[in-house]
């Protein structure tokens, strides 16, 4: 490749791009254009007073040999191997994920019976539109209703009805995270639960500061490597001749001029006509005085409607030294809608701290500080047409869709490296990414 490239956004996907591009040494100019101050998109760290906070769990997990070695060519020896443990909070209580037979515990005799009896029931062959279908097809009408069509509601703001089969992809199977733990039907659940194998899956994580630390190394190696990085400037647009992209407008005026763009921010920003929508993350980071032992898990998912978040993470189960000594942290996680925003976030935030009192997860005496901040386009929403509406957009034949808002992806940060890295050998990467 001759000519300048241009690569709209720096987090995960633009920096992989641009860090492989450059190693290549086969194009003339590089620059990544980024809107916030710092590069790492959904993979930065807030981190204040000795406490750094990720955007909820991030952490890394691959099954693909190529992203492993490209993560261990970045980190090289600047990582540590963590277990998993994961919860979710169920009538009344935290459950291990997977799930085992103690964890069935208070579960209300209703719903446990009646999964039974949907356990036993001979499938129907019906179509599976939605997402609330999959589900169903899945695991029956009784876990549907006590879990997942509260806890889709509240996360995505959205009827599960109205949602495509495909947010189960992201949302459900991966949230299994390891492929030997079979949980893909009632009745796979079930036997998991008698016969538990042991699964030991470990996670990557930075050995120093939080998730962001993969992207600061990578982004000295695009600099040291020639690129520019434009940081706290806003890409608004592409401009386009015969079919030809020509240049990115940037915010305050002016035309960055490129002879390809790799375009990593939302979609929607250069196909608003597309009518595909992200919904937003409230997360609040918490520093708390002292050690919380309750929260023994590294995230916990809660399904309840009427708690506004729906996950919290606990950054000191990642590393011991993501908190000061002796204090403890807590991050939690609130999406929300357009619509919420406009509405205003006062009652979020003045429900959060009791809320998260009542399921044990802090005392409001230990509250030293939460931050909030607002992370925009964390989810790109599947509604039943997306896929054609994404199947319809003309590219420019300069234009690459990348990563997780280009692609419009709901993917994780393997992903987005896996993609960067096929797109910086000018390889393809089929749009139907469901297989992977
Ligand atoms: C709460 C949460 C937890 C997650 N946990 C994990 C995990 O544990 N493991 C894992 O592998 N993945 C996880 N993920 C997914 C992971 O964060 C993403 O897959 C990955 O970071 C996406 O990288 P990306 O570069 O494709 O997109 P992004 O990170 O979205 O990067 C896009 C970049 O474009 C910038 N941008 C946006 N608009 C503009 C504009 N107009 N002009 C210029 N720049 C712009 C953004 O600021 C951003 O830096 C999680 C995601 C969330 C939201």
Redesign the pocket.
Known sequence: MTGRTVI?????????LAERLLAAGNDDETVL????ES??????TFSTGGFHF?????????ADPVVDTYLKHILGTRYITIPRKSSVFMAGRYRNWPLSLASLVGLPAGVLMGSLADMLKKKSRSEVDSFADFIRSRYGDNLYRFFFRGYTRKFAGMDPELMHPDWAEAGVNRAVIDKRVKADTLFSLFIGMLAPKPVHTS?YYPSEGG?QSFCDIQSSMVQRAGGALMTG????GIVQDGGTVRGVTM?GGGVLEADRVFW???VS?IFPEAGFSFIH?L?ANIGLKSENPANDYQWCYFGQEDLCFS?T?VPRHFRHDTVPKGADSICA?ITVTDEDLKNGIEGIQTALIPQLESVGALRQSQVEFVDWKL?????PIYDRNYRERLSSIELPKNLTL??????F????????IS??LAFSKGERFERDFWSR
């Open positions: 709209v956004g720096a987090g995960v996907a633009g920096l992989t254009v980024e809107r916030e590069p790492g998109g959904l993979a930065r990720d955007i909820g769990p991030h952490r890394f997990h691959t996670f998730i400037i806003p890409a608004e915010g990593s921010a939302p920003t993350t997360v996950r993470t996680e992370v925009r386009e964390t989810y990348l990563g997780r808002c280009g692609s992806w709901y993917n994780n940060m393997d992903h987005s993609q960067a």
